[in-house]
């Protein structure tokens, strides 16, 4: 399974993208309106300048208390994000995540953001594929 069969499986809703200098209390509110734990952060909707998480704001929400909700979601998103591309294959990108404790993983086709699959997503899809794999084989061992 290839991370573009997962991005179709998913449906066209986009990527969700803040700039720079938004406040964690707006962050907050779109990741609250659109059921999403993650936000790309970009200057220009195609290139990640950093990735920001619930877990972000819970953490300095624990730390600094409520007054970071208005404070800059800069300090708080994390700037080195990894990403995979189209092609790449869901185990790699598994195992990148769970190497990397995120669930999250921006998609860039040349050089642009084109999607976001969680570690929701691809579960999901490695999933279905292990289970049309054992009927296969279930099929062939059965003589189907
Ligand atoms: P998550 O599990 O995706 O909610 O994120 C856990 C932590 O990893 C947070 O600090 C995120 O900012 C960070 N993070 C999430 N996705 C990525 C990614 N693709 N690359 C780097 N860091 C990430």
Same mark, same amino acid.
């Given at each position: 399974?290839?991370?573009?069969?997962?991005?179709?499986?998913?449906?066209?809703?986009?990527?969700?993208?803040?700039?720079?200098?938004?406040?964690?209390?707006?962050?907050?509110?779109?990741?609250? *309106?659109? !059921?999403?734990?993650?936000?790309? =952060?970009?200057? $220009? /909707?195609?290139?990640?300048?950093? +990735?920001?998480?619930?877990?972000?704001?819970?953490?300095?929400?624990?730390?600094?208390?409520?007054?970071?909700?208005?404070?800059?979601?800069?300090?708080?998103?994390?700037?080195?994000?990894?990403?995979?591309?189209?092609?790449?294959?869901?185990?790699?990108?598994?195992?990148?995540?769970? *190497?990397? !404790?995120?669930?999250?993983?921006? =998609?860039?086709? $040349? /050089?642009?953001?084109?999607?976001? +699959?969680?570690?929701?997503?691809?579960?999901?899809?490695?999933?279905?594929?292990?289970?049309?794999?054992?009927?296969?084989?279930?099929?062939?061992?059965?003589?189907?």
């Amino acid at each position: 399974m290839l991370v573009h069969q997962i991005l179709k499986s998913k449906g066209s809703e986009g990527v969700f993208t803040v700039k720079p200098g938004t406040l964690v209390s707006e962050a907050v509110k779109l990741l609250a *309106e659109k !059921r999403i734990g993650t936000v790309i =952060v970009s200057q $220009d /909707g195609e290139t990640p300048n950093g +990735i920001l998480s619930e877990r972000d704001i819970v953490r300095e929400l624990g730390k600094r208390g409520a007054g970071c909700l208005s404070h800059s979601i800069d300090a708080y998103m994390t700037a080195d994000v990894v990403t995979c591309g189209p092609d790449d294959d869901a185990v790699g990108v598994l195992e990148k995540m769970t *190497e990397g !404790r995120f669930r999250h993983m921006p =998609v860039m086709a $040349d /050089g642009k953001l084109v999607g976001l +699959i969680s570690l929701g997503d691809t579960v999901k899809a490695r999933l279905s594929e292990l289970a049309m794999e054992k009927n296969a084989l279930e099929g062939m061992i059965m003589g189907h």
